[in-house]
Structure formats: C-alpha cells, structure tokens
C-alpha cells in the first residue's frame, strides 16, 4: 500500500491498479481487456528478444501453447516501487505462473514501466525473466 504523503501517491495507485487489471484479463484470457492495460506501442524484453507489441498483436491463441502450454494462472509475488512522477511509474516485480492443480510452473523476476498516456494509464514497457 502507497503511503498517502507520498509527492506521487495517485500515480503509484494508478499503476498498481493497472498490474491489478493486467494480471485479472490475462488469467481470464480476455484479450481486449488485457489489451486495455496497455498503452501501445509496448515494448516486451524476454527470451533474448525485444519485441514490439501493437493493437491486434495479442491473439486468444496464444493461452495454451508455448511456455503458456500448461499455465492456468499467475499471481503477483511482489509489486515494489522504483521510481515514480507524475506520470511514470517503474515497478520491480516477480510474478508466479501456476498449473490447474496449483503447482508451480516458475516465479519470474521483471520491470514494469506503467505511463499515463493521453490519460490513460497502461504497460508500456515490460523486461523478465519469463519465457
């Protein structure tokens, strides 16, 4: 929780707010709601690749294949502050990917760069350690 007197405490609660709605679509698997967490374009740094996320690039495929083959759902570990103003938040977090019998698949360290965009708050910049 954002300490009230902190000089960005509406931006951090906006942000936090976006993780909150990013993780429910994607463990919904509700692409045009997690596309709505978004402002684009995104960057994505994992894998060894960088890649430039547009509107439509997001598919209801891509729940079930790949390093998502077995995923049911994930959860944040931890959401910490970095940095943040007025209209940029970094995040330090880690986030763990579950099977449907509850065991883990993996916990992922990333950075999340959430930005007030035309005022619309949303990822702009993720980097992990996931698949």
Same mark, same amino acid.
């Given at each position: 929780?954002?300490?009230?007197?902190?000089?960005? $405490?509406?931006?951090?609660?906006?942000?936090?707010?976006?993780?909150? @709605? =990013?993780?429910?679509? =994607?463990?919904?698997?509700?692409? %045009?709601?997690?596309?709505?967490?978004?402002? =684009?374009?995104?960057?994505?740094? &994992?894998?060894?690749?960088?890649?430039?996320? +547009?509107?439509?690039?997001? %598919? $209801?495929?891509?729940?079930?294949?790949?390093?998502?083959?077995?995923?049911?759902?994930?959860?944040?570990?931890? +959401?910490?502050?970095?940095?943040? !103003?007025?209209?940029?938040?970094?995040? @330090? *977090? +880690? =986030? *763990?990917?579950?099977? &449907?019998?509850?065991?883990?698949?993996? !916990?992922?360290?990333?950075?999340?760069?959430?930005?007030?965009?035309?005022?619309?708050?949303?990822?702009?910049?993720?980097?992990?350690?996931?698949?």
């Amino acid at each position: 929780m954002v300490q009230s007197n902190h000089p960005h $405490a509406e931006a951090i609660e906006a942000a936090q707010q976006v993780l909150d @709605d =990013f993780m429910t679509a =994607f463990n919904a698997r509700d692409v %045009k709601a997690w596309d709505a967490t978004f402002n =684009f374009p995104s960057v994505r740094l &994992a894998s060894g690749k960088m890649v430039i996320i +547009r509107p439509g690039d997001h %598919k $209801a495929e891509m729940f079930g294949r790949g390093p998502l083959a077995e995923w049911d759902h994930s959860a944040w570990a931890r +959401r910490a502050v970095v940095h943040a !103003g007025d209209d940029k938040v970094h995040l @330090d *977090t +880690r =986030f *763990t990917r579950y099977r &449907a019998d509850g065991s883990v698949i993996g !916990g992922f360290d990333s950075i999340y760069v959430i930005t007030c965009e035309g005022g619309h708050w949303g990822v702009k910049i993720r980097s992990s350690y996931a698949p």
